[in-house]
């Protein structure tokens, strides 16, 4: 009898497409026979992680013999005296992706709903599919709006019903950059029903302007808010994978009903601790990706290449044709750029903020690939 594994498979899982992340330097560099290449693909910080924090991966590679601590004790501490909420308000993560599908996991059944903005985050669609839940997609803002391709919280809105259970909304948004403003967002939770969660997921909100709308300030105001944060972008720690919610210390322990033993390992706890104690490297960061942000916008309007606005680390920009031939050139130039065709959106690349060098650079191989017919 022949084995065809594809008769096990969940339904929900059945036509579910898998996150397809950034292409990595190394298969650049093994596929086209080139060196020296620069990614700027996955918005991850240029600069690194901090000094202290390698500092503390080497103290900390001294017990990786041991499991961590299951429970992240001293880093929920640290975390709870930055955001003045108790411990048991936080839930740690294998990056803020495995929090966000935690709440999946946790609050979503095929007899249930949840509602995200199209061109949201492609782990919203997975994380919702994997439960069979059904998804309710808002349409965006259109192009001719203030904040072009944006989440319409009417839209939004609109769509809760007695069977939503989650309602995913990332500020800044990624890979669009766009936001909504205070107003738009304290009346998108508060007008959620509080029979469903309102999750607000601030990967990048280190990168934004001041007076940028900050959800974690309003976690004792708001019950049913769940704030997603994450060490992987202004802090530099990508590749260890940690991140964490916030949320009322009833759904956390919900969270943790379903977060895997030892989610978070020993490294990754060290690292997050020392990069907290290390603001200053962070500021550096973000200054100098607001700096690079700014120069980037300037050059692209000077070639006469539409893009969004943007909070993050990273712009959107309209090539105003398909982007994947313009996405190749650039790789066989080294230069590695998201292409987002899979959000719905194939006219458009987005690309990283990295130094002064790699945004020149980067530049330089946007215009020459722009400038073929």
């Given amino acids: 009898m022949t084995f065809d594994p594809a008769v096990l498979i969940a339904p929900p899982v059945r036509e579910l497409a898998p996150y397809v992340p950034g292409k990595p330097i190394e298969e650049l560099e093994r596929e086209y026979g080139i060196r020296d290449s620069i990614k700027l693909a996955s918005n991850e910080n240029p600069f690194g992680a901090s000094p202290r924090v390698r500092e503390a991966l080497i103290r900390a590679s001294a017990e990786i ?40 996991e946790a609050f979503l059944t095929p007899q249930t709903e949840a509602v995200y903005s199209e061109y949201a985050f492609a782990v919203y669609p997975i994380a919702v599919q994997a439960t069979g839940a059904k998804a309710q997609v808002a349409p965006a803002l259109g192009p001719d709006q203030t904040m072009p391709l944006g989440h319409d919280v009417e839209a939004i809105l609109s769509l809760v019903n007695q069977r939503t259970r989650l309602v995913f909304v990332a500020n800044p948004n990624n890979p669009t950059g766009t936001s909504l403003d205070e107003t738009s967002l304290r009346r998108l ?4 029903p509080r029979t469903a969660l309102v999750v607000v ?5 280190e ?53 895997q033993p030892f989610n978070v390992n020993s490294l990754a706890l060290a690292a997050a601790r020392a990069a907290l104690e290390d603001q200053e490297h962070v500021r550096r960061s973000v200054t100098a990706a607001r700096e690079g942000l700014r120069y980037v916008k300037r050059e692209l309007d000077r070639i006469g290449v539409r893009h969004l606005p943007s909070q993050g680390n990273f712009v959107l920009v309209d090539c105003g044709r398909p982007a994947l031939p313009i996405y190749e050139r650039m790789l066989r130039a080294g230069v590695i750029v998201r292409p987002v065709g899979g959000y719905g959106l194939p006219n458009h690349l987005r690309i990283t903020i990295g130094t002064e060098e790699q945004n020149q650079r980067m530049l330089a191989a946007l215009e020459h690939a722009l400038s073929q017919p």
């Fill in 65 to 104: 013999g041991l499991y961590p601590d299951g429970n992240g004790f001293a880093l929920k501490q640290a975390l709870a005296e930055k955001h003045g909420c108790s411990p048991e308000s936080i839930t740690l993560g294998n990056g803020s992706n495995d929090v966000l599908v935690m709440l999946a």
């Fill in 207 to 259: 990168y934004t302007d001041p007076g940028f709308p900050d959800a974690s300030r309003w976690l004792s105001e708001f019950p049913h808010l769940v704030v997603t944060r994450t060490f992987s972008k202004a802090y530099g720690l990508a590749g260890l994978r940690v991140g964490y919610a916030l949320s009322h210390p009833s759904v956390a322990e919900v969270l943790n009903r379903v977060r």
């Fill in 189 to 192: 939770i508060t007008e959620t």
């Fill in 201 to 205: 997921d601030e990967a990048y909100i």
